[in-house]
């Protein structure tokens, strides 16, 4: 098997039951693989030059660029290669492994499924997501909140719009952990009492007693909303990490570059970024260790 057909089977591979929206008995789901061991096939493409490349240290994904995929119940934008979106310049950015753009129809979802060794975060835009885990958790999030698993050792769970008159819209991000087998665990709080306008507010960071909630991986994850004509600065934590902005809304630059909804950027080999809304804007930067 050539190594093009070999990545992309094994990444449909480790998607495989998640755009599923028929319910599955947890005890009937065997893994086959670890999705941390399947998805880490893939890396090592982040540095590979595109024809929106700009320059040596930086990555540019516009929003009509980005793998789609219409189940009817589910509209899915895929910025990083999942299930049947395959193109290997656009695998991975540093640890920041997936990035789907989801909206679920009225009273549908995705079915139970497992997933182990990853650390999955969900930021509702719009709607109400209802959660159940194997862990006992029963949880709704909604706009305004971030929501947190850290796999580990295994776990399974459902995700169902819940509500029967409107969609829910979700960002699903999953990100490569820095250690294995870790206990499984969840977490959800509003963002809404720490987000200050015209300033990034930081809402995930490798640390407990930090603003926001955690996650096992040096990475920061902050969102900001601003108003036209506003600059401002955002500086590295990590000199190994990158960030990845994620334009929600609005109009910006970051450094020079022109960015608009739902375009990507990416940066790495920076102390710091200069971020201005050229109109009314959100913006979502994940800053994340560039080797994996």
Request: hydrophobic share 35%; proline share 3%.
């Amino acid at each position: 098997m050539n190594r093009k057909k070999f990545l992309s089977t094994s990444l449909k591979s480790a998607a495989l039951g998640i755009v599923s929206p028929a319910m599955v008995k947890a005890k009937n789901i065997k893994l086959k693989q670890s999705d941390y061991d399947q998805l880490m096939k893939q890396v090592g493409f982040n540095h590979i030059p595109n024809k929106e490349h700009k320059t040596m240290n930086t990555v540019l994904h516009k929003a009509d660029t980005r793998g789609h995929a219409n189940h009817g119940w589910l509209d899915s934008h895929h910025t990083f290669s999942f299930a049947n979106y395959y193109n290997p310049e656009r695998v991975h950015f540093g640890a920041l492994r997936v990035l789907n753009d989801d909206k679920v129809a009225e009273g549908k979802g995705f079915g139970t499924h497992p997933h182990d060794n990853m650390e999955i975060i969900s930021i509702p835009m719009s709607g109400d997501l209802e959660h159940k885990d194997s862990m006992g958790n029963i949880a709704t999030i909604k706009e305004g909140e971030i929501q947190v698993m850290s796999a580990g050792t295994g776990i399974y769970h459902s995700e169902y719009n819940k509500n029967l008159n409107k969609n829910v819209e979700f960002l699903q991000i999953w990100v490569f952990p820095n250690q294995k087998g870790v206990t499984p665990r969840y977490d959800q709080i509003s963002i809404e009492g720490i987000s200050k306008p015209n300033q990034f507010n930081q809402i995930l960071s490798p640390n407990e007693a930090d603003q926001g909630v955690w996650i096992h991986q040096n990475a920061w994850f902050n969102m900001g909303t601003f108003d036209q004509d506003t600059t401002i600065e955002y500086s590295i934590n990590d000199k190994a990490n990158g960030v990845y902005a994620f334009v929600l809304e609005g109009d910006i630059e970051i450094n020079g570059q022109k960015l608009n909804k739902r375009d990507g950027f990416g940066i790495w080999d920076t102390e710091k970024l200069t971020v201005k809304a050229n109109k009314g804007a959100k913006v979502l930067l994940m800053e994340v260790p560039m080797e994996v």
